[in-house]
């Protein structure tokens, strides 16, 4: 694909993204328009929070969940869209990753915080977890039943349930124990069964 | 005014072929030796860690600026084309052939017999090995010949693949270690395998990929690397028929031709792009192309389909512990006699599919954090999942081509190529009984541990593609013979994947390893 393209393709679905997203959040629909083919404003990192408490696991306990939604974070950054994806076995055509989805993540979540504030005048942390969950019910309802890539994620919840998921520290905490999935572990132990994940080893 | 490039011997292609040929010559003789890439460089082993993290956090392309804009075709190829071509990308699993592969009219009377036996291509197999390095497990040898060993240990069986391995056993079916060019200890420099299980990538070197060779080559001042130069056609000689001269464009520099001029030129080119310049460079005089005067470049295309699946086991495993080392056995690719044609290897691997964490439940109700855990740990606590595979012997038809399509033109507007893959009638006959009889093991399989085949699915995808110049000692219907050498011009070869006469059931890297040496060996006869 042409480099000019490539450039087109960035800008149209920055574009395209801030505007899908402006009905629900008109202002912040406005602001992202207005920065497409720039860097994304962060993910409103309160409201992420608390949103994390009511999607991940209880048992990773308030550091883990800090660990596992400031490495979503630090993902979130790194994403580039529209980058050159892996070579498929014997494909030809070169394949890219998708619209920047973090836009669209970024004015779900200040609808999320906008619309508690209207319904209970409280911001989305302050609500408790029962009622926290029913206003992520509606979208996460739609979501298909895998978790899929985050990147490919199309609510924000989803996304940072997907990244937590496919993570190492989430492969050893389901089994309870030390797999360490793809870090470079070395060859030796290989035969073991992994070791007993000790308790608060988690993240 | 064109730029001359003189040598003794003119490498078409930087891919694993050229480097086994590149790499024998530079040591058996005194030539000079050019190797013209058409792609550039890509990351560099310094860099691999970084493209590995982006890779697995994103998905992304680990090898960037791996191919050219414009320069693809129509079918099953590669997109690569970089120092190192489709060699970087490999997982690095080098199973040989079996012996039956060579000789399969002879003993099943179907397909073609090649003209070189396994006898024949053993010690390039071994001398393969060493230059890459393999590191494997000797299985039993009726079904794993070979007359050295390995050059390295095999890598070890992870927890999961042991009791796998416990369970094949049981169904008395034979499987031992996949060999891969992986270093099991420290070997030509580099480094051993750290099991970071993202083997397209390897961030500590334990992979072998040809760049390798071409940097120590290029150490050694022993050979001249020409990249982002794209051959487009051969020219031969007035008044005889040998190749002159390699005419190529450099990309950087488009309006000044580049011409290479050797004793001796080899195609490396891979399966699509070496039949694809060979037509390419067609004449008045050899108005189909070179070495084309039996019209056979470009036929019997050949590559393997599979059948896969998936089987239930009820046995605690962790998946991720090493989900890029897997069992192999070749029982059912030496079968002995059969009364219908169906050779194909079986692989196994450790899985999570059926068993990764889910969004909801089999009930279609929501699962939040804690929740997904509970589900994902009650789908894993008392069972697992095998990923099973048996790539099968596909005989190749003539009518298996590859062409120019002048629909699909490169920024020079030469014609790509286009690849129409086509199983001969034999194999399409038999597909049936085929997949039927590989059920049928799957479930035999399955049964042994108690457990059942979850899902199974086939595939025709010509995988470890090859063809397209194949070898023997017949001109009317082959291209080259056993030593690559073009039966029309003798200081023309074409070497590798596009000399295999099949597929065979096994991954085909090594093959075209070994019979890259061969090629050169027959080259340094000529030349030392």
Known sequence: ?203 | MSRVVESDICIIGAGISAAMVAERLAEHTTASITVVEAGGRTASLDERSLTRARMLAYGENPYPNDHIPGQTGTGAMYRSMVVGGSGMHWGGAVPRYSPEDFRVRSLYGVGFDWPISFDDLDPYYQEAEERIGAAGEQGPPEYDPRSQPYPMPPLPLSYNLARMREWTDRAGVPFWTQPWTRNTEPYRGRNVCQRCDTCAVCPTGAKYTPDFAFDQLLADGRIELVTRTLVRRLTVEPGTDRIAVAEAVDRDAPDEPVEFRASTFVIAAGHAWSSHLLLLSASSRYPDGLANRTGNVGRYMTGHWYASGFIDLPMRLYPGIFANNSLLSHRFASPGPLDRYLRHDLRLWESDVGRAPRLKGDDGRLLWGDEIMADWRARTEAAATARIRAYYDVIPDRDSHLTLDGATRNAMSDPMPRIDFRAAQATIDLERHTHDTIRGRFDDLARAAGGAVRSTRTSRLFEHPGGGCRMGDDPATSVVDRWGRTHDHENLFVTGAPTIVSSGCANGTLTFCALSLMTAEEIGNGVR
């Open chain 1, 1 to 203: 694909m042409a480099e000019s393209r490539r450039s087109f393709l960035k800008q149209s679905v920055a574009t395209v993204a801030a505007a899908s997203v402006a009905g629900c959040a008109p202002d912040a629909g406005r602001r992202l328009a207005a920065e497409a083919g720039g860097s994304p404003a962060p993910l409103p990192a309160g409201t992420l929070r608390a949103v994390a408490e009511a999607v991940l696991p209880a048992e990773l306990g308030d550091e883990g969940r800090e660990r596992a939604v400031a490495a979503f974070e630090r993902w979130s950054e790194g994403l580039e869209p529209v980058a050159e994806l892996s070579h498929p076995y014997l494909v030809p055509e070169i394949r890219y990753s998708g619209p920047d989805p973090r836009p669209g993540w970024a004015a779900q979540l200040e609808g999320l915080d906008k619309e508690c504030r209207s319904r209970h005048g409280v911001s989305l942390a302050a609500i408790d977890m029962p009622e926290r969950r029913k206003m992520l019910e509606r979208p996460l309802g739609q979501a298909g039943p895998s978790l899929g890539s985050p990147a490919s994620a199309d609510h924000i919840a989803v996304a940072l349930m997907a990244h937590f998921f496919a993570s190492p520290v989430a492969t050893d905490l389901c089994h309870g124990r030390v797999i360490g999935k793809q870090q470079c572990r070395g060859l030796d132990g290989a035969g073991a069964e992994p070791a007993v994940l000790v308790a608060g080893g988690a993240p």
